[in-house]
């Protein structure tokens, strides 16, 4: 089915996603003006991303370190990535999975470093799973790692209990949501592995995966996003 998907993708013109200008492609699905525009993340605290006026690490991750050592996101959550990210996640729209991912492949090019062992995209709960149909993580990580050779482990961790939506709720709220949410299918083999999901807001969900990763014996751990809000 990929092959028949990129054979389609590349003798069929697409529309972009935002101005429905005609793309070369249909495997971007945004138009070279559309994607100039993106808001683009900026400097940040190395560790979690919170804006900075430079890239130092903020006071925050240094009194408090997260389980995770850094992130990397390609966006700021702002319009119109966010409506774009909603559209993926909501309205079904994979395409912007395809599209917004080719801005974090970049990110991480220029960034430069060692590439994890492995992408561990932000496991859904089945029931929401099942819902929805699909899980947004994993169709950006797929895009990563066929863009940088990395293996996506999908099946490493499952969500053992059902939360709720974390952006309803506050950020104490946030972190018991998901208090043991999480578990180890198997023992993960890989030491430097990426956390992948399509927004940061907290950082609770990547803490909380990256502190079961860290229990396990894994060394590294990066967290991949599109985007990531300033609050």
């Known amino acids: ?10 003798i069929m013109p697409g529309a972009c996603l935002l101005c429905g200008t005609a793309v070369a492609r249909q495997e971007h699905l945004l138009c070279a003006s559309c994607t100039a525009d993106l808001p683009a993340s900026g400097s940040g605290c190395y560790v979690c991303g919170a804006a900075l006026p ?10 408090r370190p997260p389980a995770f050592d850094h992130v990397a996101c390609a966006y700021a959550y702002r319009y119109p990535v966010d409506q774009l990210i909603k559209n993926l996640k909501y309205r079904q729209q994979l395409a912007v999975a395809r599209a917004l991912a080719q801005g974090l492949v970049q990110r991480i090019k220029q960034e430069g470093g060692p590439l994890p062992d492995c992408l561990l995209p932000v496991p859904l709960h089945p029931l929401r799973l099942l819902r929805r149909g699909y899980n947004q993580a994993e169709e950006i990580a797929r895009v990563v790692g066929r863009e940088l050779g990395v293996a996506v482990s999908g099946g490493l961790v499952r969500r053992q209990r059902f939360t709720r ?8 709220a946030r ?3 998901l208090r043991h949410a999480f578990a180890l299918r198997r023992s993960p083999e890989c030491r430097h ?22 229990r396990s ?15």
């Open 217 to 231: 014996g894994v060394n590294k751990i990066d967290v991949w996003v599109l985007a990531r809000t300033q609050q």
């Open 1 to 10: 089915m990929e092959i028949v998907r990129q054979l389609i993708a590349a």
């Open 165 to 172: 939506e974390q952006s309803r709720l506050l950020l104490p």
């Open 193 to 214: 592995i990426a956390i992948v999901d399509d927004v940061l807001t907290s950082g609770a969900t990547a803490g909380e995966l990256a502190k079961l990763l860290c």
């Open 54 to 63: 430079r890239d130092l690490i903020c006071g925050g991750c240094l009194t």
């Open 175 to 177: 972190r018991r949501n």
